[in-house]
């Protein structure tokens, strides 16, 4: 069976790439005025976003998940459609499980566990009569039916999973842009491009979006059209 994936997402390299060509080539055209920045991208990603979406609770949560899957296949996959779908639910509840569920998982892994001794016996048997080709057939059905089961709650755990790494990094990058665009606002860049599509040009902010995000400096200070070193430029 397929085990869960945890997949980082890597659409801020591709989205703003293909932003900032498209930026790029509005500057062109824009008045000599404007001020340019780039913030190196994969930094941040590397940096930040992968660290932060690596804090959040989902690694755990598709641990857990997987656990579950697991401890289904392992020890319930021989039980017949109710009581398998019995033993979902009660696996399903908030540990530690009450007492009579507990009896209950119980009674049902005994079950389990007498299907299996009885399938094996029977599937190592080669003279087989009617009866028992008959009962044969019936648990292997019941077997595949429950792998079948499982790969159906497998997918819809995995869509689960999904969806909350995407919000996670949603959550991640909605703080990513609003950083670059208050360091952008402070030092008065009306333009910000992905460094890694800039050829040459630009003040570089990475380190200023980073002790932004981060509260920790991360490099030295960006100029800003008060500055003499932004006046000195301006000024050739």
Same mark, same amino acid.
């Given at each position: 069976?397929?085990?869960?994936?945890?997949?980082?997402?890597?659409?801020?390299?591709?989205?703003?790439?293909?932003?900032?060509?498209?930026?790029?080539?509005?500057?062109?055209?824009?008045?000599?005025?404007?001020?340019?920045?780039?913030?190196?991208?994969?930094?941040?990603?590397?940096?930040?976003v992968k660290v932060e979406v690596?804090?959040?609770?989902?690694?755990?949560?598709?641990?857990?998940?997987?656990?579950?899957?697991?401890?289904?296949?392992?020890?319930?996959?021989?039980?017949?459609?109710?009581?398998? %779908?019995?033993?979902? =639910?009660?696996?399903?509840?908030?540990?530690? $499980?009450? *007492?009579?569920?507990?009896? /209950? !998982?119980?009674? &049902?892994?005994?079950?389990?566990?007498?299907?299996?001794?009885?399938?094996?016996?029977?599937?190592?048997?080669? %003279?087989?009569?009617? =009866?028992?080709?008959?009962?044969?057939?019936? $648990?292997? *059905?019941?077997?595949?039916? /429950? !792998?079948?089961? &499982?790969?159906?709650?497998?997918?819809?755990?995995?869509?689960?999973?999904?969806?909350?790494?995407?919000?996670?990094?949603?959550?991640?990058?909605?703080?990513?842009?609003?950083a670059i665009t208050q360091v952008?606002?402070?030092?008065?860049?009306?333009?910000?491009?992905?460094k890694l599509v800039v050829v040459?040009?630009?003040?570089?902010?990475?380190?200023?979006?980073?002790?932004?995000?981060?509260?920790?400096?991360?490099?030295?200070?960006?100029?800003?059209?008060?500055?003499?070193?932004?006046?000195?430029?301006?000024?050739?």
């Amino acid at each position: 069976m397929p085990r869960l994936t945890n997949v980082l997402s890597t659409g801020l390299l591709a989205v703003l790439g293909m932003a900032g060509l498209c930026q790029l080539a509005h500057a062109q055209t824009a008045a000599p005025a404007v001020r340019i920045a780039v913030v190196n991208v994969k930094q941040i990603n590397d940096v930040y976003v992968k660290v932060e979406v690596g804090r959040d609770d989902t690694q755990e949560w598709a641990r857990q998940q997987q656990d579950y899957l697991d401890e289904l296949r392992n020890k319930y996959v021989y039980l017949g459609q109710d009581a398998f %779908d019995e033993v979902v =639910q009660i696996l399903r509840q908030t540990r530690p $499980l009450p *007492a009579k569920s507990v009896k /209950r !998982e119980r009674e &049902l892994r005994q079950v389990n566990d007498q299907n299996e001794e009885r399938f094996l016996e029977l599937q190592a048997k080669l %003279d087989r009569t009617p =009866q028992e080709q008959d009962e044969f057939n019936r $648990l292997q *059905a019941s077997v595949e039916e /429950r !792998e079948k089961q &499982l790969k159906t709650i497998m997918v819809d755990l995995q869509k689960q999973l999904d969806a909350r790494q995407q919000q996670v990094y949603d959550r991640v990058m909605s703080r990513v842009q609003e950083a670059i665009t208050q360091v952008a606002a402070e030092g008065g860049f009306q333009l910000v491009l992905n460094k890694l599509v800039v050829v040459y040009g630009g003040d570089d902010i990475t380190d200023a979006v980073l002790e932004k995000l981060t509260g920790k400096p991360a490099g030295g200070a960006i100029a800003t059209p008060d500055t003499p070193e932004a006046e000195t430029e301006e000024g050739q």
